[in-house]
Structures are given as C-alpha cells and as structure tokens.
C-alpha cells in the first residue's frame, strides 16, 4: 500500500491507512517496539543466505539464489524501515495533511488533484478512517467527518432516484455507505430528512 506509484487521494489515503496501522502493531506493545529498534542498523534484517559467508562464496553472482536472498534481505529492511517511529509519525502527520488540502469546499475529495468531487473515493476514505477508529488506531478523522454532510446527501439523492422506493434494495455501493456511516453515528447523527 505505501509502496503504490499514483498519487491519487485513494492511494494517499491507503498509504496513511498502512502507516496508520503499523505505527498502532509497533506501539501496542513495548517488545515490538525495542525488536524493531534492535534491528536497525544490524545485519539481524539481512537474508540468511546472504548470512551464510560459505554459501555466499560458492554462489555465482548472478545465480537466481543470491538475487532472491537480495530481494529478502531488501525486503526485510523494508519492513524495519516500515516500524521506524519517527518516519511513522512524519508521514502520518504528511498524508492527513495531504488528505486535508485536497479535500473540496463541500467534504468531498477529488479522485485525482484538481479533478470533480468523487463520492465513491470520498466514501472510501471515510469508511476506511472509521474501520482505523474501530479499531482503536488513534487517527484524527476531522476530515471524515467533515465528509459525512456531503455522502449523506449523496446517498439520499440516489435513493429518491429510485423510481419504486416501496421495492428499493440496496445494492453494494449503498451497503458501503451504511457500513461506513455506521463508524460515525456518535460523531455525526443522520439528519432526519435523510433517514
């Protein structure tokens, strides 16, 4: 997820989301926190193979064997850069930002920068503050909850389009929205014209 190349607010979104949730694994308990600020810096992230100087030396050195013990080793760096607590922080801090700024008069985000409101992006985003709120990762949603407004009016416009309201069943982008409003209803309550 932070690895995704596009730089569109879904993608920034998910970005936080995965920061989000590995700054919540490395902090919940102290163990965690003191493996990945032992590994720093030490070759305890490394391959095994690449671990293995007898090994290492009787590998040609373009074998498929040491490259994939490279692409290990690369990897498991990856994953100790992933739990380093002030990059966590920074970019948490960077891509709520991020989140904010893009955000659009009305709650709503754009799919891309400078693109039209996208409710379905919008609804992305807000269920997936509220799944991190589920599950107790200390996230400042302000701006889900500025969306709420918007996607309530949104949903409740496509419902009025419905031509036989006493037939309506909801279909999947409709049991997204309530998935994701059921995450603010002590935050926001759904106005009575919308219910």
């Keep these: 997820l932070m690895e995704y190349p596009y730089d569109c607010s879904e993608q920034v979104f998910n970005r936080l989301y995965a920061t989000a949730l590995a700054r919540h694994i490395a902090g919940s308990d102290p163990k965690i926190r003191r493996i990945f600020d032992l590994w720093q810096g030490t070759a305890a992230l490394d391959s095994p193979l690449e671990k293995n100087p007898e090994l290492k030396s009787v590998l040609l050195e373009e074998s498929p064997w040491l490259r994939q013990a490279r692409s290990e080793s690369e990897a498991r760096r990856r994953v100790g850069l992933l739990f380093d607590r002030n990059r966590l922080d920074q970019e948490t801090a960077r891509q709520l930002t991020v989140l904010a700024e893009r955000q659009l008069e ?16 919008s609804l992305y985003i807000m269920t997936g503050f509220g799944r991190l709120r589920h599950l107790g990762i200390d996230v400042d949603a302000t701006v889900a909850v500025k969306a709420l407004q918007a996607l309530d009016a949104w949903m409740h416009q ?16 409709d049991a997204l929205y309530l998935y994701g409003r059921s995450f603010y209803l002590k935050d926001v309550a759904i106005a009575p014209a919308h219910r």
């Design 158 to 173: 496509r419902y009025l389009a419905n031509d036989r309201r006493d037939a309506y069943v909801p279909g999947p982008t």
């Design 106 to 121: 009305e709650g709503l985000w754009p799919w891309f920068p400078g693109g039209p409101p996208s409710e379905y992006i």
